[in-house]
């Protein structure tokens, strides 16, 4: 359990009520501790030009909030409010449109709001330090920490202290252990790309899913306030070991597919490119769904998006394919094996045609060499596999000629040049027609091959599946 965490469990059943305002703007006096190493309650002070020269805002504008009642004249004894920390929310709030007048008013219906996300904030520790002592410190080129803040998507704090100093360590570490700067720069930015959509997700599903329904049941100001914390504060103890469980679990399938990989070494000779390899890359999405949500409405479409994303899900899993990201109905996976490819996209073809109302799919995959970086998948076989997918009808699963040259090696493939059916052949095209749900739906074949997928439980009707950009 984090401090933030501890923080607002061990505060929030005693919060007091918010301290007294002073009646005037021009005073200089003393407001809330100054130190972040000082225990609550210190009574240490600063005034407002110390304020203005530890936040940027000038001390004017500073009296001017505590005028609006912003900020309050002294710190109560019990929480350990720093005035920094209030005067960077506000700060933060302005540069996203809320001015101070409107701060001011939405705390006179909930005058703990401010109070509450304080508390949030982490409390750094240990002495403060300058950007070339926590360097000196840590043992870290000005260049590399540069370069590491700005993957993060940090910037530069205008001040380090202890736990700035220990990642900053441990990215010495990791470098001087012979990690590369360029894979270190790519982890940093897959973390804090990564976290920051999971800290989003746990703030925003929170507030829309609870404090929002709260809301619909009338409650206001200060009960609405409480009725949240009731809420939050025991499940603000669960985030990190709940995301350190997802992590390890996540960890272990990634090293088992880390496995395969020293298991092909003795048949591959290393890339000349780093993080080249040899995948197959299918996109899948919904026909028409744009039309469809407009008709539908976002909370049908929604549930429909939901529904949708539970097959894929499911298939890829039981394929050995992996979600690489998910766009609304639009989905891009990618596969070690062309084969397992296919299996995958008739299952989700097959499940789709038992739904109702679920339309028709669009699917589509190449294989070929591509680069991994950060988590994502680039190069030209990712764009052909996009093309392809964008090339094929409603229901129909199209892929290139790549695709069809493995697929055509799998055992009990059948020859089908001979197949008696009507020919339109697609520009530079071949064809390979696969055991699927829907019946009915035929496509020109052309040079095509039967494949009867191994331990495949989707067949019904046949199907010709078009390759095409050969």
Same mark, same amino acid.
């Given at each position: 359990?984090? *401090? ?23 005073? *200089?006096?003393?407001?809330?501790? *100054? ?436």
């Amino acid at each position: 359990m984090g *401090a933030r965490s501890r923080r607002c469990l061990e505060r929030h059943g005693r919060r007091a009520a918010p301290a007294a305002v002073a009646g005037g703007g021009g005073t *200089a006096g003393p407001i809330w501790p *100054a130190s972040r190493a000082e225990p609550p309650g210190a009574r240490s002070t600063m005034n407002f030009d110390e304020l203005s020269l530890a936040t940027g805002e000038p001390a004017g504008e500073l009296r001017r909030w505590q005028t609006l009642g912003l900020l309050p004249m002294e710190a109560n004894a019990s929480v350990d409010h720093r005035p920094e920390d209030r005067i960077r929310l506000i700060q933060f709030a302005r540069r996203r449109g809320f001015q101070p007048e409107r701060i001011a008013a939405a705390l006179r219906e909930q005058p703990d709001l401010l109070n509450f996300f304080e508390e949030l904030s982490e409390r750094p520790t240990g002495a403060k330090r300058t950007l070339d002592e926590a360097l000196a410190e840590a043992g870290v080129d000005r260049d590399v920490a540069n370069k590491v803040l700005k993957a993060a998507g940090l910037g530069e704090p205008a001040a380090f202290y202890d736990d700035d100093v220990e990642s900053l360590r441990r990215m010495a570490i990791a470098l001087q252990a012979g990690l590369p700067l360029d894979a270190l720069l790519q982890l940093v930015r897959v973390f804090g790309d990564a976290l920051g959509r999971v800290a989003e997700a746990e703030n925003r599903t929170f507030h829309l899913h609870v404090h929002e329904q709260f809301r619909a049941e009338g409650l206001r100001g200060q009960a609405l306030l409480d009725a949240t914390h009731q809420v939050s504060q025991p499940l603000l103890e669960l985030i990190q070991p709940t995301i350190a469980y997802f992590h390890q679990k996540a960890w272990e399938q990634a090293s088992l597919e880390d496995m395969l990989l020293h298991l092909v070494e003795d048949v591959s000779a290393p890339t000349e490119v780093r993080g080249q390899l040899f995948c197959t890359v299918m996109f899948i999405d919904l026909v028409n769904f744009t039309p469809l949500a407009l008709a539908m409405g976002d909370a049908v479409a929604a549930e429909v998006v939901d529904r949708f994303q539970n097959v894929v899900r499911a298939w890829t899993d039981r394929c050995g394919g992996r979600i690489v990201k998910q766009i609304g109905d639009a989905f891009m996976l990618v596969f070690n094996d062309a084969v397992d490819a296919i299996r995958c996209g008739l299952g989700i073809q097959g499940a789709v045609a038992e739904e109702s109302e679920f339309p028709g799919l669009h699917v589509g995959a190449h294989c070929g060499q591509l680069l991994y970086r950060e988590g994502d998948y680039l190069g030209n076989t990712v764009n052909v596999a996009a093309r392809v997918a964008g090339e094929t009808a409603a229901n129909q699963m199209l892929v290139t000629a790549a695709v069809h040259e493995t697929v055509k090696d799998v055992p009990d493939a059948e020859d089908m040049n001979n197949d008696p059916s009507p020919v339109r052949p697609a520009r530079n095209s071949s064809q390979v027609s696969l055991p699927t749900a829907r019946s009915g739906a035929r496509f020109a074949p052309a040079a095509t091959a039967r494949a009867a997928l191994p331990g495949s439980r989707i067949g019904m009707s046949t199907r010709r599946l078009s390759t095409a950009f050969r």
